[in-house]
T-cell receptor, first 111, second 114 residues
Framework: DAKTTQPPSMDCAEGRAANLPCNHS???????VYWYRQIHSQGPQYIIH???NNETNEMASLIITEDRKSSTLILPHATLRDTAVYYC????????????FGKGTLLTVNP | DTEVTQTPKHLVMGMTNKKSLKCEQH?????MYWYKQKAKKPPELMFV???????INESVPSRFSPECPNSSLLNLHLHALQPEDSALYLC?????????????FGQGTRLTVV
């Protein structure tokens, strides 16, 4: 399974964009990159996923580099409610639906 | 309905007790998951069911016994647990047959073993 590396913590000012990096240099060509977040004491919440192209939805944008070895999750206007642990996950397509969490990044949005 | 419902929300049990955690979804998802999460750690995968059959067991001790009685329900039977098994137990579900799909998580059952 492709391993992901994320910074353990980041800070962001409220109203500014939060850019969360993820390194997945061993990703295979048909593996998706998923982002989830977990607000304290709640279940993880899906944010976005992508394969090769950049993706955007109502929550965030996902920028995947051309070589697919890294990606960035962008929260365009961070709010205090975006304070959470953000997990970048590479999902293998030959592992019987395995979804494995790494250590994630604790994003703290400050007023 | 895009919810995964877990019951109970909190559970305290003694080491000799038998209890069960329940998870339910009505999204037509045929892959369901149990995770265990200790404080300040990421969720750890325990079991995966696909089409009501156990497809992944991450070497979980036999005191945890999963069951998938139908496509909407997932149970986790607990027996003779240890205090170190105290954790947040999370259930999730996804569509089966595709990896281009999001997982929906329940809010978890916070288990305390005394």
């Amino acid at each position: 399974d492709a391993k992901t590396t994320q910074p353990p913590s980041m800070d962001c000012a409220e109203g500014r964009a939060a850019n969360l990096p993820c390194n997945h240099s061993t990703i295979s060509g048909n593996e998706y990159v998923y982002w989830y977040r977990q607000i304290h004491s709640q279940g993880p919440q899906y944010i976005i996923h992508g394969l090769k192209n950049n993706e955007t939805n109502e929550m965030a944008s996902l920028i995947i580099t051309e070589d697919r070895k890294s990606s960035t999750l962008i929260l365009p206007h961070a709010t205090l409610r975006d304070t959470a642990v953000y997990y970048c996950i590479v999902r293998p397509q030959s592992s019987n639906y395995k979804l494995t969490f790494g250590k994630g990044t604790l994003l703290t949005v400050n007023p | 309905d895009t919810e995964v419902t877990q019951t109970p929300k909190h559970l305290v049990m003694g080491m000799t007790n038998k209890k069960s955690l329940k998870c339910e979804q009505h999204m037509g998802h045929r892959a369901m998951y149990w995770y265990k999460q200790k404080a300040k750690k990421p969720p750890e995968l325990m079991f995966v069911y696909s089409y009501e059959k156990l497809s992944i067991n991450e070497s979980v001790p036999s005191r945890f016994s999963p069951e998938c009685p139908n496509s909407s329900l997932l149970n986790l039977h607990l027996h003779a647990l240890q205090p170190e098994d105290s954790a947040l137990y999370l259930c999730a579900s996804t569509l089966a047959g595709t990896f281009n799909t999001e997982a929906f998580f329940g809010q978890g059952t916070r288990l305390t073993v005394v």
